[in-house]
């Protein structure tokens, strides 16, 4: 599988000075109305293109305005990057968008559609402000970040034997697993015997088709929980219920209440960049809150399958021993890795478990460990901030959210 240091990434063109010039200067201008400039560039796109948010697009993520955050972030971060180099290279957010666009069959078809009504947002909102000039420095900002993001994605496509977009596999679940934490594993393989699921690497993802009641095909990403190997995928699914402003999920609710043992549903081939090197010895140390413990139970199976021996610290974090996410697995797998030690922390106090909110006081970071991550924007900004603290590089660092903010952690 193709990896984040592939040479598209590593290659990012240079912004030629004079276009530099502009967008160093209309940025702050830029920035003050990104919010407004997407919300436009959205309204445009789904109004010339209603089947987008039908079949493509989180109409959760859409009616809570994440995408719309999430994309206008990923161009001004990479825009801020073009004009001066000397500040960290926005490779890692690429990649993750990368893999995601990969993951919906995302297709370079698409880059002009974009192009075309993100630049009349731009005009609309800004007015008399782009000029000719303007409009063709970012106009450049927009093609560099499109042909960096086409030639990762091609390089995905590629790596997966596969024409760009075509990732899509029908597959039959096998089992149904529940969990007591609201949460489905389900364990699939391909439809047609001829043509086996691929192999993956731990850590991870695939997306799920779910044709809704309405007739929309909304997609979703899960983790694979499984190791590879064995010809079947499995992802777990916790259930997404209302609270406060955030709706019901969608996908996760359909998935729960209409998908049995023989049904058949459609996936894709597995992406994702939160994944460890399986030929490396050195140290893991596994942090997650919530759902974020399912690509940790990835990578510990692959673990427990081959027998590692690596030195393993899984660090989990969750609100009570009722919420958290295959907690028999993931206690069992590391009981059964001879280099390993689990820590929990529970806000609601359960013996033998740490109380409150993670905390990494006390806690014994092996030096040369490799740091994977995965939860909430919250989580992953509160243990980001104690890594730093305690002195780990940041290129040890590797994490996942489970939702389009990526941005938040990059600023």
């Not at 192009?115 to 450049?140: N, P, Q």
């Not at 007739?215 to 010809?231: D, E, F, I, K, T």
């Not at 609270?243 to 729960?256: A, M, T």
């Not at 140290?283 to 199976?301: D, K």
Request: a negative charge; aromatic letters at 6%; hydrophobic letters at 45%.
């Amino acid at each position: 599988m193709t990896t984040a240091s592939t040479s598209a990434l590593d290659t990012i063109a240079e912004l030629e000075p004079h276009h530099a010039e502009i967008v160093r200067a209309t940025l702050p201008v830029i920035g003050a109305r990104i919010d407004d400039i997407t919300a436009e560039f959205y309204r445009r796109l789904f109004a010339a293109h209603p089947d987008l948010l039908r079949n493509v697009f989180n109409r959760g993520n859409q009616a809570q305005g994440e995408q719309q955050r999430a994309l206008a972030a990923s161009i001004a971060t990479f825009a801020t990057h073009l004009v001066d180099p000397a500040l960290p290279h926005p490779r890692q957010l690429l990649a993750r968008i990368g893999h995601k666009h990969a993951s919906l069959g995302v297709v370079p078809d698409q880059y002009p559609v974009v192009h075309e009504h993100l630049f009349a947002a731009i005009a609309h909102v800004l007015g008399e402000a782009v000029t000719a000039e303007v409009a063709a420095a970012w106009d450049r900002v927009y093609w560099l970040m499109a042909d960096t993001l086409m030639g990762f994605e091609n390089e995905l496509y590629s790596g997966a034997g596969v024409e760009p977009g075509a990732v899509f596999r029908e597959v039959r679940v096998v089992r149904r697993i529940e969990d007591s934490a609201d949460t489905v594993t389900f364990v699939v393989e391909s439809a047609d015997t001829a043509a086996p699921l691929p192999e993956f690497v731990p850590g991870q993802y695939v997306s799920v088709g779910a044709d809704l009641p309405d007739g929309a095909r909304q997609l979703r990403q899960y983790s694979l929980v499984n190791a590879p190997g064995a010809g079947r995928l499995a992802f777990a699914v916790r259930r997404v219920t209302a609270v406060g402003d955030r709706p019901e999920g969608e996908v996760s609710s359909w998935l729960h209440t209409d998908v049995e043992v023989g049904d058949r549903l459609q996936i894709t081939l597995p992406f994702g960049d939160l994944t460890i090197d399986t030929a490396a010895r050195t140290p893991l140390v596994l942090i997650s809150a919530g759902i974020g413990v399912t690509p940790m139970v990835g990578i510990l199976e692959y673990l427990a399958a081959t027998g590692s021996p690596r030195r393993v610290l899984a660090l989990h974090a969750d609100r009570a021993e009722a919420t958290h996410p295959l907690r028999g697995t993931q206690a069992d797998l590391v009981a059964g890795l001879p280099e390993a030690e689990l820590h929990v922390w529970y806000e609601e106090l359960s013996a033998g478990t740490h109380a409150g909110l993670l905390s990494l006081t006390g806690i014994e970071l092996p030096a040369d460990a490799e740091i994977y991550l995965c939860g909430g924007t919250g989580f992953l900004q509160a243990a980001r901030a104690q890594l730093k603290a305690a002195g780990v590089a940041d290129e040890r660092v590797h994490f996942e959210l489970f939702a389009p903010n990526d941005w938040l952690l990059d600023l």
